[in-house]
């Protein structure tokens, strides 16, 4: 790149999660400054620039039929103009859209700059009654069940707290399968409507989460914080009857026999967990 090219600048801005009032003042002076607003919707974003004041931008959405493309990004920015990267709530590229807009500022030489700002993540690990200093970001699940087990049965042997983000059509479901890969008494926080006006924080037990998430309403997104497994867990490989499972599988026992030993050692259903073993057979190649 010679001296005298003058590049763009591609500015990654956090957005609010939930209260508007949480934008902050660098984000709103960088959203006022660029040239162009990409956005994941942009009948979100317009609606946000409508509240700070901040008109006469042009708004490109990420997503649908009209979506821009990354090169036309890129060459904007090779063109010397600056360009917003905005999510719907949070910061692009974490569960949201951006990954393409990142690389292609990259892939003309321009480094990326954020302007941080609200997060779900770090907003329920702050909230978090057990250790939360280390911590494995799983985003949102597979919508698949099968795929979705295989998952957790991983994710039930992490040390590191987990934080998941669910929609609020799935959420009763993914509990139940909570239920069904970690220990009952293992911690969960269960965070709806962050930042909102009727934010509600669920600080139960795996075996009870469910529970006292059904009886509330199922508005607004969910994010789950899970404590990690302890050291007598990982030592004696008691972290879930999942262990057993998968122990019993190596051992040679069919899936019939597991089940059987199951339901007299916990109690599970047999119907339903007779799909998890299946599931547990495939993921370990058993």
Partial sequence: ???????????????????????????????EMTDCIVAEDT???????????????EIYPQRGSSAIDASVVAGWLQQGKSVSLVSDAGTPNVSDPGR??????????????????????????????????????GGF????????????????????TVVLFEAPHR??????????????DRRVLVGRELTKMHEQCFYETIGTVA???ASSPRKGEFVIAIQGASEVEERDGSVTHVALTEELLRQGLGVKSVVEVLVKVYGVSKAQYYEICLQIQKAFEL
């Fill in 171 to 184: 959420i009763e479901g993914t509990l139940l399968d909570l239920e069904e890969t970690f220990p009952h």
């Fill in 141 to 160: 699940l597979p919508s698949k069940r099968s795929q979705r087990i295989s998952v957790l049965v991983e994710l039930a042997r992490r040390r590191e």
């Fill in 100 to 137: 393409t807009m990142v690389k292609a500022a990259l892939s003309v030489g321009v480094i990326p700059r954020v302007i941080p700002g609200p997060s779900a993540v770090t907003a329920i690990l702050s909230l978090c009654d057990f250790r939360s200093d280390i911590f494995y970001f």
């Fill in 43 to 57: 009948r979100v974003t317009t609606k946000l620039l409508r509240l700070q004041q901040i008109a006469h931008k």
């Fill in 211 to 213: 529970q006292a998430v």
């Fill in 1 to 31: 790149m010679n001296d005298d090219d003058v590049k763009g600048e591609l500015y990654v801005i956090a957005t609010p999660i939930g209260n508007l009032g949480d934008i902050s003042k660098r984000a709103l002076a960088t959203l």
